[in-house]
Each structure stands twice: as structure tokens, then as C-alpha cells.
Nanobody, 119 residues
């Protein structure tokens, strides 16, 4: 089974930037959707951004225009570039991969990386 490893989280000041990486243990062509979710304390996990195998992207309204999801197929890695960070972006960010497979889709989660936006 594929493994996903997130990295790049940390402490950043409001208005700053971070780039998160999600490294997969196999070719990301095997996954129809990859994306990022986040969960803040006391809140439900929410979708941040997704990217398909054909590089179609979707973003939550709260991050649109500030975050960019991309993929490097040669490196088996998906990125989340986060600019103009706000305190409300503070959360554990999780990488997700979905493969449309018979008889059921396969879904894998990474362990998460903490992003803290604070002065």
C-alpha cells in the first residue's frame, strides 16, 4: 500500500509563506485525486485543495487566491504553497490520495504536519 509523508510545517508569522510537501512511496499517476485537508483544534477536518491526475485543481473558498496545489510526477510529490498566511490557517495539514479501484476506491492519509501561524 502507498505511504504518504508530509513535511514542511512549522511556525510562521501572519502574512508569511510555507510550502508543504507530500511524498508518495509510488508513482502518483496511480492516484486519480490527491489533496490536502486540515483540522484545527475543536473543528472538523476540512478540504483545502485537490489535484487530479490530469492536474485539475479545486480549492476551498477560504484559501483560494492564497494557496496553490501542484504535483511533480517525477518526484512522486504533491505540494501546497501557502502564501499570505493568517492565524485561522493554523491546523494540522494532512495529505490524501485516492485511487479509483475495483471493487472500492482506495484512500490513504498521511500522518499530518502542523502549521502554526502566530506573531
Amino acid at each position: 500500500q502507498v505511504q504518504l509523508v508530509e513535511s514542511g510545517g512549522g511556525l510562521v508569522q501572519p502574512g508569511g509563506s510555507l510550502r508543504l510537501s507530500c511524498a508518495a512511496s509510488e508513482s502518483i499517476f496511480n492516484f486519480h485525486h490527491m489533496g490536502w485537508y486540515r483540522q484545527a483544534p475543536g473543528k472538523e477536518r476540512e478540504l483545502v485543495a485537490t489535484i487530479t491526475s490530469s492536474s485539475t485543481t479545486n480549492y476551498a473558498d477560504s484559501v483560494k487566491g492564497r494557496f496553490t496545489v501542484s504535483r511533480d510526477n517525477a518526484k512522486n510529490t504533491v505540494y501546497l504553497q501557502m502564501n499570505s498566511l493568517k492565524p485561522e490557517d493554523t491546523a494540522v495539514y494532512y495529505c490524501n490520495a485516492v485511487r479509483n479501484t475495483w471493487p472500492r476506491d482506495l484512500e490513504v492519509w498521511g500522518q499530518g504536519t502542523l502549521v502554526t501561524v502566530s506573531s
